[in-house]
Each structure stands twice: as structure tokens, then as C-alpha cells.
């Protein structure tokens, strides 16, 4: 099966390269069509899903998958939150939402001012690229749980259903 990544996030690309290991695995970088800050759910989801159409797009046939990292505000408390999608055509749409965090109140109050959390993470850990490696989420867990570990699990998810969906031919 051809698989395609909207994304050329490195921690996204190895991600789907671990849930399917025997698969011709193709990373093309797509439009999320949402603001690079995603700050809700729905901004998140929409962007996962966006991603995952273009990639079925770019090769129609195959199994296209969206991921996306956003944050959202519980309680006056900003979180970090992550959604990923899976489209294998018509109406085969798959969505799950990934991991969520709570950011310390300094990395939230630079969010306000607009900037990025790629960036932002960056400049905290003075290393470069921290995105396409352990993320905010590796750092804020003491790289217990790395971006590419909590992108593995939410594309299981998402795979997960298109195969019991699939299977019924519920549609
Ligand atoms: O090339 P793409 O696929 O766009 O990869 P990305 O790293 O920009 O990832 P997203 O667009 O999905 O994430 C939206 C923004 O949030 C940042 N971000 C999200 N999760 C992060 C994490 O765990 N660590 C660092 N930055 C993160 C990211 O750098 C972007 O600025
Ligand atoms: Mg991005």
C-alpha cells in the first residue's frame, strides 16, 4: 500500500514509517490550510484533515495522512494538543486526537505575543529544530513521551478505525 505523509516533519515522517514498516512511505509537504499556530480543536483537526486529503490527493488510491499540532486554552491554562487524520478516498475519513499538555505559563505567554512553539521551544532549549525531534512534548516529559511516540499513537488510532470500519463496509 502507498502511503503519503503531508509533512516533511521529520518526528511525523519516522512516525509512519513505525506504524507501517512494510509500506513504500512518501513525505510531501502539503497545505494544512489553517494558520501555522493552530489555537483550537477545531483549527487542529481541520488541519490534520486538510493535510491527509491533499496527500490522498497527490496519489489517489493510496492511504493519505494528516498530522497537526495546535494548542488550546482549558481553564485560562494552555495546552498542547495534536490531531491526525487518515483519508482513503469517498467516504473514508478517519480523525483522532492525540496527546495533551499542559504548557508552563512562560511558553504560553509567548504563544500570546503570536509567536510559534517551534521557535519558541527553540529558543528555550537552545537547540535547533526541536520540532522534528523530541518536541515540546519530549522536553515537558522528560523525553518519556517524544513527538514521534505521541504521533505513533494517534495514527494508530486513526488506522485502527479505518480498518474496523473498513472491514464492515459501513459506509
Ligand atoms: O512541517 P510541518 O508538518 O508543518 O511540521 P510542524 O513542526 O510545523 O508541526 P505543525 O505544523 O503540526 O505544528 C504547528 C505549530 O506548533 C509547533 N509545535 C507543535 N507541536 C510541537 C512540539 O511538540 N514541539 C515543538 N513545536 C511544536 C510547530 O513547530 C508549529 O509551529
Ligand atoms: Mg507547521
Redesign the pocket.
Known amino acids: 500500500m502507498d502511503i503519503i505523509i503531508?509533512?516533511?516533519?521529520k518526528?511525523?515522517v519516522a512516525a509512519v514509517s513505525e506504524v507501517f514498516p512494510s509500506d513504500k512511505v512518501e513525505s510531501i509537504?502539503?497545505e494544512?490550510n489553517v494558520s501555522?499556530?493552530?489555537i483550537s480543536d477545531l483549527e487542529?483537526k481541520k488541519?490534520?484533515i486538510n493535510?491527509a486529503i491533499a496527500s490522498y490527493e497527490y496519489k489517489p488510491g493510496s492511504l493519505g495522512i494528516g498530522?497537526?499540532?495546535?494548542?488550546m486554552e482549558i481553564e485560562k491554562q494552555t495546552f498542547?494538543i495534536?490531531w491526525g487524520a487518515i483519508y482513503a478516498g469517498e467516504k473514508k475519513l478517519f480523525v483522532a486526537s492525540g496527546a495533551r499538555i499542559p504548557l508552563p505559563e512562560f511558553i504560553a505567554e509567548k504563544l500570546h505575543e503570536g509567536k510559534?512553539?517551534?521557535?519558541?521551544?527553540d529558543e528555550f532549549t537552545k537547540e535547533k529544530n526541536?520540532?522534528?525531534h523530541?518536541?515540546?512534548?519530549?522536553?515537558f516529559t522528560n523525553n518519556i513521551v517524544k513527538?514521534k511516540d505521541?504521533f505513533e499513537h494517534v495514527i494508530k488510532l486513526a488506522y485502527g478505525q479505518y480498518l474496523f470500519y473498513g472491514q464492515k463496509d459501513l459506509f
Open positions: 503531508g509533512s516533511t516533519n518526528a511525523k509537504k502539503t494544512s501555522s499556530q493552530p487542529t488541519g490534520a493535510r498530522l497537526e499540532g495546535g494548542i498542547l495534536n510559534e512553539l517551534g521557535d519558541i521551544m526541536i520540532r522534528h523530541a518536541g515540546a512534548i519530549g522536553i513527538r505521541m
